[in-house]
């Protein structure tokens, strides 16, 4: 194995889920729906692989697909994007994360990320010969310190040659940012929002913003970073139609933001899968024109999941973090008389026949994250209330 990957392991996503059919127990461990999205976008893709387009896309993406992106972004964000030079097609928001970090980051370069931080990010910064910086969301409100987020991104306290940071004393290079936030539920509000891009501008630096969950946003509003002043001159905005449509199958994502930074994604995408799956792009396309009132039922009914698996949670003796977003929820284990979280996952089927997922694992300083642990509620009602019924035994 390659040094660069080596200490990275195995996804933890891997392990819980393959846990979880060992066992048989249910998994609300790896984020995804267990209902498919709509039917109609199931049929235009079905149709289209049986009358095409089954042949290689242009390696920007269909032009269909652009065109909605952009125009997605315009009517919900009022960001303006030529769909030619602005809009990366991607396989998978991962790919769009994998392709921005191996075009844009240079080896040696510090890259501020949040942690906990989706388990792709450290991978992705490695491979591509970064440094992380992490910047910590502490339990229970998973707020930041605004000044680990200064040294952070500038490099440490002046005259500090190293700035006690990673990566030496040197400003940081690029800050990525995922609101709302996998694993912790945390939608980023305006005025952490107004901070994080006063410091890219004044440091200029590069964003790279994981948007994935944009219409998952059901307390605090989703405002996208490349909306701050100074801000769309330099951040790349990702999206994925795996969580917007429930199609976490179908690795269908998009990069967006200024033609130059966009190019760069562009150069190594080419070379990573050249293009994507033109008949789930044709769908995807589709489904992006949705009426407002799509995206706001679907994230009403997602919702209600949330306060019913939060309801469950509770009435097991757990703790429950505040969610305000995503597919997930964090308890902290403590509530139960638990101390580490990756022991109560881990035994948690056998207990109660049920999988979540250590949070500990997406933190760098695992210490900050030991009692947490992350439970999906993109379930089924009935899953969720057999899940609920099942950790009942917990007391
Ligand atoms: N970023 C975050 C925060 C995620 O939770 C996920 C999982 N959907 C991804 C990126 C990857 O998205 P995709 O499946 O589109 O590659
Ligand atoms: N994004 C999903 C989650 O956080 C899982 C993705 C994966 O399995 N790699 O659960």
């Known amino acids: 194995l390659a040094q660069r990957l080596q200490g990275l392991g195995t996804s933890i996503f891997v392990e819980m889920t393959q846990l979880a059919q060992r066992t048989g127990a249910i998994n609300l461990g790896q984020g995804f729906p267990d209902l498919d999205g709509p039917v109609e976008l199931l049929e235009l893709a079905a149709r289209a692989l049986r009358e095409g387009p089954n042949q290689y896309e242009p ?10 992106v952009a125009a997605h972004q315009s009517r919900f964000y009022g960001l303006a994007l030529d769909p030619d030079t602005q809009v990366q097609a991607t396989v998978g928001a991962t790919e769009a994360l994998a392709a921005a970090f191996l075009g844009l ?28 910086r992490p910047v910590t969301l502490r339990a229970p409100g998973f707020a930041f310190d605004l000044e680990q987020l200064r040294a952070a991104v500038s490099g440490g306290a002046q005259g500090d040659a190293s700035g006690g940071v990673p990566g030496g004393g040197a400003p940081a290079r690029l800050l990525v940012l995922n609101s709302p936030h996998n694993p912790t539920g945390k939608v980023f509000t305006r005025d952490e929002l107004t901070e994080i891009a006063a410091l890219c501008v004044e440091h200029d630096l590069i964003a790279i913003c994981d948007e994935v969950y944009e219409h998952q946003a059901f307390d605090g509003e989703h405002l996208p970073l490349a909306t701050f002043p100074g ?41 990573l899968t050249f293009s994507g799956h033109g008949p789930l792009q044709h769908a995807v396309a589709h489904g992006l024109g949705y009426e407002a009132s799509f995206f ?25 973090l505040p969610s305000a977003g995503t597919y997930f929820v964090t308890v ?22 049920v999988v979540a997922v250590p949070t500990a694992g997406f933190y760098d300083d695992p210490s900050a994250g030991r009692s947490l642990v992350r439970f999906a509620f993109c379930k089924q009602d009935a899953v969720l209330d057999e899940a609920a019924e099942r950790l009942a035994s917990l007391r």
């Open 59 to 68: 390696a920007r993406g269909r032009p269909e697909l652009r065109e909605a």
């Open 105 to 132: 980051c240079e080896p040696g370069d510090a890259v501020v990320a949040f942690e906990p931080y989706y388990d792709c990010y450290a991978a992705c910064i490695a491979m591509a010969g970064g440094v992380r």
């Open 231 to 271: 801000m769309a001159e330099r951040t790349i905005t990702i999206g994925s139609a795996g969580k917007t449509f429930a199609v976490t199958g179908w690795k269908v994502g998009w990069a967006s933001g200024p033609a130059e930074l966009v190019d760069a994604i562009a150069a190594a995408k080419q070379f």
């Open 296 to 320: 706001t039922d679907a994230a009403t009914a997602l919702a209600g999941k949330r306060d019913r698996l939060q309801d469950g949670l509770r009435a097991a003796g757990l703790e429950v």
């Open 332 to 353: 902290d284990v403590r509530s139960v008389g638990e101390e580490d979280g990756l022991r109560f996952c881990r035994e948690l089927p056998e207990r109660c026949g």
